[in-house]
């Protein structure tokens, strides 16, 4: 079963990577996997 992630926590993790982010699309893209595909599935 897939749970849906809410708005809201999807708005506070674009917001912690914009606030944190550096070095271009391409760290954003690695932080967002360590993000939602590491933590969320551990």
Do not use: R, Y
Not at 19 to 30: K, L, Q, R, V, Y
């Amino acid at each position: 079963m897939e749970s849906k992630a809410d708005l809201k926590d999807i708005a506070k993790l674009f917001l912690k990577l914009g606030i944190i982010g550096f070095g271009g699309p391409a760290a954003h893209i690695a932080m967002m996997q360590d993000e939602v595909v590491t933590k969320k599935n551990g």
